[in-house]
């Protein structure tokens, strides 16, 4: 069973960074190549939404809300997903959750929810305008 924990989160003005972190565990043996991992949000009265998504091999998607602004990266030997967020806006409001499966996906299903089983608790970014 891969934990997942989310850290990071805060309130921040308009036009400020945050970094998120989530921490990986449980992986199962022998899952390294086919492991990706997301980042989602949802703010109140709406639909998680993916932002982020790296594959096994590095490859990244992103949301067309956040491109430009928002960065995800791994540190395997940390087992750490992180999602970088500069210029953040008013909109990018929401409780940001990390995401992981192994079934070995990738493209598009790097933004899709139903692609993933193990799901973090969230954590919340506000930003004020």
């Known amino acids: 069973q891969v934990q997942l924990v989310e850290s990071g989160g805060g309130s921040v003005q308009a036009g400020g960074s945050l970094r998120l972190s989530c921490a990986a565990s449980g992986w199962p043996y022998n899952s390294y190549s086919s492991r990706y991992m997301g980042w989602f949000r949802q703010a109140p009265g709406k639909e998680r939404e993916g932002v982020a998504g790296i594959d096994s091999d590095g490859r990244t998607r992103y949301a067309d809300s956040v491109k430009g602004r928002f960065t995800i990266s791994r540190d395997s030997a940390k087992n750490t997903l992180y999602l970088q967020m500069n210029s953040l806006k008013p909109e990018d409001t929401a409780m940001y959750y990390c995401?992981?499966?192994?079934?070995?996906?990738?493209?598009?299903?790097?933004?899709?929810?139903?692609?993933?089983?193990?799901w973090g608790q969230g954590t919340q970014v506000t930003v004020s305008s």
């Open positions: 995401a992981a499966d192994v079934r070995g996906l990738g493209g598009v299903f790097l933004l899709n929810r139903m692609a993933y089983k193990y």
